[in-house]
C-alpha cells in the first residue's frame, strides 16, 4: 500500500490528530505565541501531524463517526484535549505575568505598560521583563520538547474518540486557575515585603519629621527598593521556575487522566 492509499483510508484519523495539534497552539506558551505569524503556526501542525501520525495510525484501529455533525463533535473534543494542554502549560506564565502586575503595582511602575508581542496585550514593565525571562528559561530547560511529549503521550492515555471527561475535571481547571494567583503572590512576595517595610519606615519618618514631604522621598525609594531587592533574588526566581514547570508538567499529566 502506497502513502496516497494509506492517506485516503485514513483520512479521519489525520483530521482528528491535526485538530488535537491545533489544540496546543491555540494558547500554549512559545507555540501559541501571537508573534508567531498564523501561517507558520499552522504548517508547524501540519508538520507535526505528519511526524507522529504512523505512531498515531499504529495505535489501533479508530471508527469515524459516519455522520457530519457526529464527525463535528468529534473534532471538537479532540481540540478540547490540545486546547487543555495548552492551558496548563500557560497557567504557569499566567502566574507570571500577575507576579508582575504586583510587583508593578507596588513599585510604582503599574502606569508603565509595554506591549507584549506573545499575548497582544499591555502589560507592565516588569511583568514583561519577567514573562521573558521565564520564556527563555523554559525554553532553555527544552520545556516546549516536554510540551510536545505530553502531546504525543496523551494519544495513548487518551486515544483518539476515546475521551471521557468526568466531574473532576471541573474542579481540575478550577484548582489550575486559583493557582494562578497562589503562584502568582509566591513570587511578588520578595519585593511586595520590602516595599511594605519602606512604607512603615517611610511612616515613622513622617511622624518624627513632619517638615519632610513623604510624597516626594517615598515615590524614589520605592523605585529604589523595588529593583534593588528584585536584583537580589532574580537567581531564586530562576531556580523557582524549575519547581513551577515541574509542577506543570505534572499537572499535565492529571489533566489527562481525568479525559480518561
Known sequence: MDFYDLMQNHAAVFLLM???????????????SLNV??????????????????????????????SVLGFAAAVVRELFVGWLIGFVAYVSFAAINMAGKLM?????????????????????????????????????TNGHHVLISALVESFRSVPLLAMNPDLSLV???????????????????????????????LGILARTMPQLNIFVVGVPMHIIVGLGVLSIVIPFYVLFLDVVFNAMYGNITIALRALR
Open 37 to 66: 505569524p498564523q501561517t507558520i503556526r499552522v504548517g508547524a501542525a501540519v508538520a507535526f501531524s505528519f511526524a507522529i501520525f504512523p505512531v498515531v495510525d499504529g495505535l489501533g484501529a479508530v471508527a469515524a463517526p459516519g
Open 171 to 201: 474542579e481540575i481547571v478550577a484548582r489550575f486557575t486559583v493557582g494562578i494567583f497562589v503562584t502568582g503572590a509566591q513570587i511578588a512576595i520578595p519585593v511586595t515585603f520590602a516595599v511594605l517595610m519602606t512604607n512603615v519606615g
Open 104 to 140: 508593578d503595582m507596588q513599585v510604582g511602575f503599574s502606569i508603565v505598560n509595554v506591549m507584549d508581542p506573545t499575548s497582544g496585550q499591555q502589560i507592565p514593565l516588569i511583568g514583561s521583563f519577567l514573562y521573558n525571562l521565564g520564556l527563555i528559561v523554559f525554553v532553555v
Open 18 to 32: 491535526l485538530t488535537r495539534v491545533t489544540g496546543i497552539f491555540i494558547l500554549s506558551p512559545f507555540f501559541g
